[in-house]
């Protein structure tokens, strides 16, 4: 049985799988590339779940053997770097670090511990009700996650939790976890909270659905706040932080402010700026400014201000490594997806489909909908590629056109932490050094699941009830 | 006087020269896009000469506003980080940092130094020897470039100069300069030394003018030996080591060698990937391979094996710097070209040419076009702009065409470190931590100067002898 758990024996029989279907004959009705590109994708996702690879070191694997073995042309598969919504990340990484740095971030986070911070459950209720809070007025959570990021990552640093001395178990990967799982909850919640909800609810009206941002808010209500009661608590109870009670916390954090004492000239810039940069990012799509640049703008006065250095930049090979990973990774997906893999797939559910009720109709959809989320490298991709699909053929067998729409575009949302990469607002807290991909594959599985069910079931009997 | 020279005086003197080249009336016949652009660009690569700002600094804060401001587009802003060639350079970067903490580096390192190294000056000589002798078989100097900066990175760790303790310039400064210096001289020797010599010999054939492999070996070969016996030098009294003379340093190279023992298992796995990967980047023109492919693969063999980790990933935030100033500098150039603004300035320089002596034109064009590659960011780029405009008007008034066409292409690779971001050559070297943007502008300019002296005095003397 130690045989079949070890390693190299895992690694092995990997690698026979791997072979076995790269030698399969190309199911019929798809593209040869479609089906050899299904498979480095397939392999690079299982190697990171089995805690085999790396996620940097499988993808840069993956997209060499892919370039290498013409299953991708170079123009494709490097063509994740270049995304605006992908540097983003990067430059949100690094304006985190100078908000940390310039004590900024200690003195948010010393704010939520002297009122939240009696218990780690409370942080992370604390820090999930500020992420609903704000969602409205951030189209893109992203950006949302960059507001995020730094806050949590203080909270972490000033319960002594850190990366590199094996104090992360203490509170920050519970923390990141939560934080990560609650952008799922946060963009579920509202019709302006991520990019594509609009975009989903415009393809729904072509097909005859109305939703507006009060049917929506209306329709999520329910579900969101069950799914907020129940995730920080389900997180804290299979992935229990080390520090649980800290009754004695908000007192010290109170001292520890006392010490502070004023806003240092450190501070101050660096909430300006911060300020600014979330001021513009949530007015870009109304001013049309791209959240990058005001991103890079950011960056570059906290660099001449020297809170953040040319110093501090050489320890930020992890933003390098989330760079690399992310936009490869999006790159794959995107060309499965261009080849006509993820249509092809949809279009065999369908067929599966003919002569069920609509109630079973209705389930698996749902169902596979979420589960096929492990193929996408993108909210926004995968509701492009599948809502239309799946909405139509739920339709035709008799499901309610707006109980489907609403759940297909929550689902979009509350899938995103079925894998790191699911969405690129996990990409910060993915790289923090807090969690491993595997943890977050496992504990991002529960949480969806959970997700899933509570959406399921609340919400569906929530939403015919209004109806 | 003092004044003059502040920081402070000077940011708001350049703060308003730049205000009022924006506020300006565009020149005729530019685009006001391209005016804009180029005050954007000029403000940049200014503010990095006159060491205002850092590069990376002054590169975001550039994409940032260009963006901002509307003078870019997203697309061409960021359309410099999906390029092959240069992830390729990320790659490289972090392969050689494979190299050097295998052993590998180190023990090539002891080898160089146990035949050369009585002096750094013969360590300067060997190292450009070694490039011109392996130039013709790799037609991407940026490759190129990937193989020598580890041995030289290795050469200034067991010389005792390191980055970080303030021993850089006991010999690496020096080394690193050199050897970037080198590479001008072996992409000028060799018609395959260098991807745009080829494409360059394809566009003065259209114009009657035939460059062979030989025939351009021929023209080049003095006056590159004449720049290889000069450059070292030249840098060694402009920019000196701190250690020149290291009488004992072959012996101790040899007991270090004895005590290493024989090769380690890192080693000999990093030795077989560092070869494999040179191997395949020679042949990659002719297999058709992608070379940023091949490094990412054997990026991924020294990570499974552990020889490069996760771990030593967290400290490669220069490799993300220089990403992403190179990107932004290359995308920018590119976009101003793209404008029409290089064309722009290659039409008026023909227009004032008009009456002039032949051997007048001859000069004027080749220093204007040694001059212009300030505003390049690639070698490639720049030859596909102007090459063949000051070609045409060369022949037009009386020059040869071949004595101006090689020479024109000689030029393309002896101006390349006039700048940093001069060549994707360079970039390594650059991003090592060893020279500031400051450093290389300044040595880099008297290299140019250098090179342009020798190759239009000994160079046109010797073709229009041979011919």
Request: charge should be neutral; charged fraction near 10%; hydrophobic fraction near 55%.
């Amino acid at each position: 049985m130690k045989l079949l758990h070890s390693k190299p024996f895992l690694s092995l029989s990997f690698f026979f799988v791997a072979l076995f279907l790269w030698m399969m004959p190309t199911p019929e009705g798809l593209k040869p590339d479609a089906w050899y590109l299904f498979v480095i994708f397939f392999t690079t996702i299982m190697s990171i779940i089995l805690a085999l690879l790396p996620i940097f070191t499988a993808s840069i694997l993956a997209v060499s053997f892919a370039i290498l073995s013409n299953t991708m042309d170079v123009g494709a598969a490097y063509g994740g770097f270049n995304k605006s919504f992908i540097l983003l990340i990067i430059a949100a990484f690094l304006v985190a670090r100078g908000v940390v740095k310039s004590g900024l971030g200690k003195r948010i986070a010393l704010h939520i511990i002297k009122k939240f911070g009696k218990s780690t459950l409370g942080l992370g209720y604390s820090m999930v009700a500020t992420d609903m809070i704000i969602a409205p007025a951030f189209p893109s959570n992203t950006a949302r996650s960059g507001v995020l990021y730094p806050i949590v990552e203080s909270l972490a640093h000033d319960s002594g939790s850190k990366i590199g001395d094996h104090t992360q178990k203490k509170m920050g990967s519970y923390l990141m976890m939560n934080s990560m799982a609650g952008i799922t909850i946060s963009s579920s919640l509202w019709l302006t909270a991520m990019a594509s909800n609009p975009v989903g609810a415009g393809i729904a009206a072509q097909m005859g659905v109305d939703i507006t941002f009060s049917s929506w808010f209306q329709a999520a209500i329910v579900p969101a706040l069950s799914a907020f009661i129940t995730i920080p608590w389900l997180l804290y109870k299979i992935f229990p932080p080390e520090l649980k009670e800290t009754p004695e916390a908000p007192k010290k954090a109170q001292d520890e402010l006392e010490r502070m004492g004023k806003m240092s000239r450190n501070e101050w810039i660096t909430g300006g700026v911060f300020v600014s940069m979330v001021s513009l990012w949530a007015l870009s799509a109304t001013l049309g400014l791209d959240k990058t640049a005001i991103a890079f703008g950011g960056l570059g006065i906290l660099m001449i201000s020297k809170i953040f250095t040319m110093e501090d930049m050489k320890t930020q090979g992890d933003a390098l490594s989330t760079l690399v990973w992310f936009a490869i990774l999006y790159a794959m997906s995107s060309e499965l997806n261009r080849l006509g893999f993820m249509t092809y797939i949809g279009e065999g559910i369908a067929g599966e489909l003919v002569g069920m009720s609509w109630q079973l109709v209705y389930l698996v959809l749902i169902v596979l909908y979420v589960l096929i989320h492990y193929l996408f490298v993108s909210q926004t991709a995968h509701m492009l590629a599948l809502f239309g699909v799946f909405l139509s053929v739920g339709i035709d067998a008799g499901v309610d056109g707006e109980l489907l729409a609403l759940m297909l575009l929550f689902a979009t949302n509350f899938n995103s932490v079925i894998t790191p990469q699911g969405s690129s607002a996990n990409v910060l807290f993915a790289g923090s050094g807090y969690l491993t991909a595997s943890e977050i594959y496992k504990n991002g599985g529960i949480v969806t699941l959970a997700n899933t069910v509570i959406f399921l079931t609340i919400g569906t009997f929530w939403i015919l009830l209004i109806n």
